[in-house]
Nanobody
Framework: QVQLVESGGGLVQPGGSLRLSCAAS????????MSWVRQAPGKGLEWVSD????????YYADSVKGRFTISRDNAKNTVYLQMNSLKPEDTAVYYC????????????WGQGTQVTVSS
């Protein structure tokens, strides 16, 4: 069965960096685009970034453009999110997901990893 397992979250000071990982299994990873989405406390889901199946095309929400970088290693069945210049408003649970309709609907989700940006 499809499994997505996120890791790498934690507590970081404003301006700091974190690298999230999502290990995928149970499907042909290299054939699927992947997404990162987040949910801040008391708010709805927010799309963060997409990467196509080959890794050559990436897309970002305006709120993270220039600060976050999505990448993937198809040999390791893993997608990453490098987060730099973190802000308190980046505090959220971050999920990797397989998009069904880009930025709208997702087929599968991981369990999420908490990112807290606070001094």
């Amino acid at each position: 069965q499809v499994q997505l397992v996120e890791s790498g979250g934690g507590l970081v000071q404003p301006g700091g960096s974190l690298r999230l990982s999502c290990a995928a299994s149970g499907f042909t990873f290299s054939s699927y685009a992947m997404s990162w989405v987040r949910q801040a406390p008391g708010k709805g889901l927010e799309w963060v970034s997409d990467i196509n199946s080959g890794g050559g095309s990436t897309y970002y929400a305006d709120s993270v453009k220039g600060r976050f970088t999505i990448s993937r290693d198809n040999a390791k069945n893993t997608v990453y999110l490098q987060m730099n210049s973190l802000k308190p408003e980046d505090t959220a649970v971050y999920y990797c997901a397989i998009p069904k309709i880009p930025r709208v609907e997702y087929d599968y989700w991981g369990q999420g990893t908490q990112v807290t940006v606070s001094s």
